[in-house]
């Protein structure tokens, strides 16, 4: 239930129909809105941004399974990081500051990309595009809801998905185009995400400020943590986005290796088409999921993905390309359902004052998960092969949707009231 905005909430809205103080161009709502969506949706372009080279600067230089999954793996460690240490700073200096410091380290990841003459330079730009999705991730998800009118704010996770969705086809199609008919098929995609992430930041510039002491709290306060009144709520939603984000690594660090032994084609674009079946398939599902009880999201989602993980295995153990299309539409829509599904249920309990940290914890243990299974695939796709890496994967994967599927049954996820969202950013 959306209840009124407090007074003083109320009162930020009446000074925002002002004249912007100092002669400075303020962002109204729904611009606001849009520009958050857009600094979400780079935070899933820059994860897979590399997906479609990772195969080049593995010809170009020589480099091994281990070194390729080492440079997908220090992208969410560098998430991590930023997550354990910075986790809840939005609360305290807002979501704007924060948003424009992650966007510039994002920024520099991608221009080193752009020019890398080695592999260091890749690890790099990799690790700096995780400082900055670690700093932008929770702010603009946070954002979103807090500039969503009270009207529309229950769909603001099926923004959230809509926007991740975005980016991630926009990294695949473009990126894979630009990769297989431009020219610098490793640089010319990086080039084109540096300009989009250059108009994001004078977008995020233009955002309201956030007012000094808003939030309050001490440096420990800006870790990411959980109340305990949260905690159960919480429990629900990080199984459900751990299965959520371990897919990525099966799609984005195993996926074009996959999908090259099945389609048999060098054809950058045609393989950036087939994976782009993923973010399409998630932006559909997340709309049609607005309609669903957040339990009825998770555990349809989990059964889902269940179902697509099955398909998976046996695609890859059989080399069947229809059955791997159908195992990438299921993920695809398990993905969005999973993640739709948790943020609603954190966002009814998260309190206003915390919910920058609170969902900093829930991004940290989905790509603290994608780290570590990044890393453990890619030893063994070396050591056993790729078919044992996919089915150890899927495994693993499975396993935690059965646990999101026996959390969403047994917890409460009612809530006794979702305060209502903030508007100073």
Known sequence: MIEEAPASVRRTVADRA?????????????????????????????????????????????????????????????????????????????????????????????????????VWWIFAGRALMGIGVGLAASPSTAAILEFSSPKSAKHAASVTMGAQAGGFAAALLLGGALTEYGPWPTRLCFWVLSLFL?????????????????????????????????????????????????????????????????IGSPNAFLNSAVLSLFPVVMAATGTMARTLSPRMTLMIGALVSCLGMVLLIVAVSFCDLVIYLLATAAAGAAYSLLFVGGLRVISQAAPERNRGGILSALYLLGYLSMGALALVLGAIVTTRGLGFAVDLGAAAIILMNLATLVLAKITPLTMPHSASPPLST
């Open 18 to 118: 002002q004249p912007p103080v100092g002669g400075r161009l303020v962002l109204g709502r729904r611009a606001s809105l849009l520009v958050s969506a857009g600094v979400v949706s780079h935070t899933l372009w820059t994860s897979a941004a590399p997906a479609l080279t990772y195969g080049l600067y593995a010809q170009e230089w020589h480099l091994s399974h281990t070194v390729t999954a080492g440079i997908f793996a220090i992208y969410p460690i560098g998430v991590v990081v930023m997550l354990v240490g910075f986790g809840g700073i939005s609360d305290q200096i807002g979501r704007r500051a924060t948003m424009l410091a992650g966007l510039f380290a994002s920024l520099s990841g991608a221009v080193l990309f752009a020019v890398a003459p080695d």
């Open 198 to 262: 250059i108009v994001l930041l004078i977008g995020t510039w233009l955002l309201p400020r956030h007012t000094p002491g808003d939030a309050g709290g001490d440096w420990c306060s800006r870790m990411p943590s959980v109340p305990k009144h949260v905690r159960r709520a919480f429990a629900v939603s990080s199984t459900a986005m751990v299965a959520a984000y371990t897919f990525g690594v099966l799609v984005l660090s195993l996926g074009g290796q996959v999908e090259h032994d099945l």
